[in-house]
């Protein structure tokens, strides 16, 4: 049997293989963030395509952490009945689902959630969002604390398998690691151990509030890709030992920051045309100065991720190691597996275009994925259209 396709646990939960579906935002729930029967469509296909673990695109924890349009919600216990009616579809197919849990912090706009939008310090404006955000309180930091908390005791009672905090790309708790985005000096920030806190917090918040017996799993940054250094591999090693003293049942390693490095996350060609077709004609005209350019600097890298998961497998002990990046080439991915550089391959563009790779793969119909990292997939959710692969260009309006 090819590696790709023994099971292993995490705690106690068997993946029937070692595919993951990156968490990967689809901008398909219902306007006021409930599950829609397009996104049961989706993952259930995922799920009869053969993927082991499903982790759907990130759910917002506070009404102020809604970072995009359509997305996913898992701040009200009105979330509950569609998400379990998620669950169960992938559950019918055999496959597990993990939800993502997520605070956009600075990332998000103004008019979105109705006020300024939060971030462990002051800074400058932010590039994508154009707002400057405002310095949490205390108070206000042990309120987001208690919601991821609450969050997770939703997944749970939603049947999830597992939920993962998503502590990378810049959002809340990726600001309050790394040292870019965080200059408090007080007990949340100032020193390593001080920026690590609040995901800590979050950690303890979440396992008193779910059973021992549901995963924990954490996204994580291993290099920020900011103006200044942010989050770097050496850093996100120290954080990933810790993470294992914590007990975290599984770590996933990305990089970049939606602000400041979106193409370091997404490797492939800058669709600079289909990011700004539907923007305002003032956005339009920045936005296009600014991706023209990026073009051509961002070409892909099959496991673009690689040599910091090489870096930070050795402190995580036992716990298992979710790769994404780039993945392309099945006999590649089998070889980290078989060499123990990763024992999860993350997966999100191939997905979109392929749902059903890994059957294929399986039955030896193919031996790669034929995403070719045009990111038209991504730009479309940018204009708030559905996730899907637009490899052959956006509709016309």
């Known amino acids: ?129 154009m707002v400057k955000p405002q310095e949490m309180t205390r108070q206000e930091i042990e309120e987001v604390i208690t919601a991821f908390g609450a969050a997770a005791r939703r997944a749970h009672e939603a049947g999830a398998d597992a939920v993962q905090l998503h502590a990378a790309h810049g959002y809340l708790i990726s600001q309050f690691l790394s040292p870019f985005f965080n200059k408090r000096k007080d007990d949340w920030g100032g020193s390593d151990e001080k920026r690590f806190r609040f995901l800590k917090e979050i950690i303890l918040e979440v396992k008193k509030c779910v059973p021992e017996d549901l995963p924990v799993l954490v996204k994580i940054n291993t290099q920020d890709y900011t103006p200044k250094q942010g989050i770097t591999i050496s850093l996100a090693t120290k954080y990933a030992r810790w993470l294992a003293d914590l007990g975290i049942d599984g770590i996933e390693v990305s990089c970049g920051t939606l602000s400041y490095s979106m193409f370091n996350m997404v490797r492939g060609e800058v669709p600079t045309a289909e990011i700004i077709m539907y923007f305002p004609w003032w956005r339009k005209l920045l936005g296009g100065l600014m991706l023209k350019n990026m073009e051509g600097k961002f070409n892909i890298e099959e496991g673009y991720n690689l040599e910091a998961a090489k870096a930070i497998k050795p402190v995580m002990g036992a716990i298992p190691l979710f790769l994404v990046g780039g993945m392309r080439k099945a006999a590649h991915m089998e070889k980290l597996i078989e060499d123990k550089d990763a024992d999860f391959i993350s997966m999100s563009r191939p997905f979109i275009r392929e749902p059903y790779i890994v059957k294929r793969i399986e039955e030896g119909k193919t031996d790669s994925v034929s995403c070719v990292s045009c990111n038209k997939c991504f730009a479309a959710v940018a204009n708030e259209m559905a996730v899907r692969c637009y490899n052959k260009g956006f509709p016309k309006n």
Not at 39 to 64: D, E, F, S, W
Not at 75 to 93: F, N, P
Request: hydrophobic share 35%; net charge positive.
């Open 1 to 129: 049997m090819s590696a790709l396709f023994s099971p292993l646990k995490i705690k106690n939960v068997e993946i029937r293989n070692r595919f993951v579906h990156s968490a990967t935002y689809e901008c398909m729930a219902e306007e006021d963030g409930k599950v829609s029967e397009e996104l049961i469509t989706r993952y259930k296909n995922l799920a009869k395509g053969g993927v082991g673990l499903i982790i759907p695109g990130y759910c917002y924890v506070h009404p102020q952490g809604q970072a995009a349009s359509r997305q996913t919600g898992i701040h009200d216990d009105e979330m509950v009945a569609g998400l379990t009616r998620l669950v169960d579809a992938v559950h019918q197919e055999g496959g597990k689902i993990a939800f993502q849990l997520v605070h956009a912090g600075r990332q998000t706009s103004a008019k979105r959630i109705g006020r300024t939008p939060l971030a462990p310090s002051k800074g400058p404006r932010d590039t994508i969002y």
